[in-house]
């Protein structure tokens, strides 16, 4: 990888604006990651423009400077000299919507830690490895001799604590806690992150897990547990983006359950679905590549045809062949 971001280092040397994409429905790592980022190019005098599709989910609204994300307005075309994509799996992880802003002829820096990237960049920063792409930033920031300030050690941080479930998840290594204390060196105060992240959602998410565990599914001898968010729900409860993410996690944490599923309606009928594994030999990876979506190994997702009840179905029944 040293090589690649040697590649990617030379191109953002020679550019003068840089825009920095993150996917839509942009999580913790997503937006912690084009932040971070954005800043450490612009100590170093590049201009930045950081685009999604969604905006700042409100729940990461805290992070210094997550201000500097804009939606991608249709029509408006950045002049940039370089765009770099982070955390996203395949191209059309980010909508069109934010690619037609950009010149089509500029190079692409894919910097992602998805096994199913696609490698759609001019250069491909991908280290499946990595539990986030926020810890590939910090490397590349180390290799490129970039400081590391409290602002960007913060959006770096929240980038890795939420995709790692907080440093939990077993693709937490040695090296994401060197990241995350390089950060703490930088200055950024554990408990204070830790709470902003994790003990400061609004009323409504909780009410939605009232809901959600009300109905919750026990399925294959208690190895499965699913729950099901139908549109009427996230309209009644007036729930956000953001507002359901990690959700899956608490029926995950059962002793019994292997495989957790949370299956979300959307605008539209599709039905998002986010799962959850704790064994390798139940690969959610590729349970989800089968209904043309993706991911890792333990944390994968996709989306489906509707009604929320026969997705459900049909997703289940493929997680029981291999529990
Ligand atoms: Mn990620």
Redesign the pocket.
């Known amino acids: 990888m040293k090589k690649e971001i040697q590649s990617a280092l030379t191109l953002i040397e020679n550019a003068n604006k840089i825009a920095l994409l993150s996917h839509d429905r942009p ?1 913790g ?2 937006i912690g990651s084009v932040v971070g980022l954005g800043l450490m190019l612009e100590t170093i005098g590049k201009e930045v423009v950081i685009l999604n599709n969604d905006g700042v989910p409100a729940t990461l609204a805290f992070l210094p400077c997550s201000d500097k994300v804009q939606v991608a307005a249709p029509g408006t075309v950045y002049e940039v000299d370089l765009i770099m994509a982070l ?1 996203s799996a395949g191209k059309d992880r980010i909508s069109d919507t934010v690619w037609n802003c950009l010149p089509a002829d500029k190079p692409v820096v894919n910097v992602d ?1 998805h096994a199913s990237n696609s490698g759609f960049g001019d250069i491909n920063i991908v280290n499946i490895n990595a539990p ?2 926020g810890e590939i930033i910090f490397e590349i920031a180390v290799q490129a001799g970039w400081p590391m300030t409290r602002e960007v050690g913060e959006n770096l941080y929240a980038a890795i604590s939420t ?1 790692t479930g907080s440093f939990r998840y077993p693709n937490t290594t040695a090296n994401t806690y060197r990241a995350a204390a390089g950060m703490i060196d930088a200055g950024v105060d554990v408990g204070k992150i830790n709470q902003q992240l994790y003990e400061s959602f609004p009323l409504r998410r909780v009410e939605c897990i009232r809901d959600l565990l009300q109905q919750m599914k026990i399925s294959f001898g208690g190895k499965c547990a699913s729950v099901r968010l139908p549109l009427e729900v996230k309209k009644r409860l007036q729930l956000g983006p953001g507002d359901t993410e990690g959700v899956v996690d608490i029926i995950r944490a059962i002793d019994t359950v292997i495989v957790a599923v949370f299956f979300e309606e959307l605008e539209g009928g599709k039905i998002r679905v986010s799962s959850r594994s704790k064994d390798l030999s139940a690969n959610v990876g590729e349970i989800c590549a089968t209904f043309g979506g993706g991911g890792h190994n333990l944390a994968a997702g996709t989306r489906m045809k509707g009604p929320i009840e026969e997705a459900e179905a049909r997703f289940l029944e493929a997680v029981g062949k291999v529990l």
């Open positions: 999580d790592d997503a955390d830690h986030a792409t995709d």
